[in-house]
């Protein structure tokens, strides 16, 4: 046989190929649709979530955690020897700031340690005293066409709590 034959016959074989319809592949029927874990997260809190995630049948508490129980014993051996210390440059700061309408800062806060909460660097700052103290703050007033005097408040998100100032979104899933 000769290059060309050999050349023209593969040719065939790959235009054959060509016009035969692939069949679709099906699609792998799932046995577990949602895991506890998933399905009742708006109902239970993180313990219930957790039981209900071992006591689950498809082995998702492990792919989940992803740490065996004696991947914990390891951890409890060695855990002197990996503790983190407070090193003299420290890089993680956290900055909190306040905005007005017009994106114009009002106050800013820079310098907290990265390890302290949102809750809690705004509870140390001088905002939160001046919040707290009811400091320069405009007298409630009336929207137009109403009679009812409505404060000035700040609007946050849930990692502040609430106050006579401050006011929270709603936490909820929307339908």
């Known amino acids: 046989m000769s290059d060309i034959e050999i050349a023209a016959g593969a040719f065939a074989v790959l235009s054959v190929c060509n016009y035969i319809p692939l069949q679709k592949r099906q699609r792998r029927r799932r046995r577990w649709w949602v895991i506890t874990l998933h399905r009742f997260r ?4 993180g313990r219930q979530l957790l039981s209900h995630l071992i006591q ?10 992803r740490m ?4 914990f014993e390891y951890l ?11 090193y003299f ?17 009002l106050f800013a806060d820079i310098g907290s340690h990265g390890r302290m909460s949102d ?28 009679k009812v005097p409505v404060p000035y408040v700040f609007v946050a998100d849930a990692a502040f709590a609430l106050s006579d100032r401050i006011m929270k979104t709603y936490p909820g899933v929307p339908p």
Do not use: M
């Not at 708006?42 to 809190?45: A, E, I, L, P, R």
């Not at 689950?56 to 955690?65: A, I, L, M, V």
């Not at 890089?91 to 994106?103: F, V």
């Open 76 to 86: 409890q051996v060695i855990e002197p020897k990996i503790k983190k210390e407070r």
């Open 68 to 71: 065996s129980s004696t991947d």
């Open 42 to 45: 708006n109902q239970y809190d």
């Open 89 to 105: 440059l420290e890089s993680s700061y956290t900055c909190k700031g306040l905005a007005d309408s017009d994106y114009n800062f």
């Open 119 to 146: 809750g809690g660097v705004f509870n140390d700052s001088l905002l939160y005293h001046k919040i707290q103290n009811n400091e320069n703050f405009p007298e409630a007033t009336c929207f137009p066409g109403r």
């Open 56 to 65: 689950e049948p498809s082995g998702q508490f492990d792919n989940f955690c």
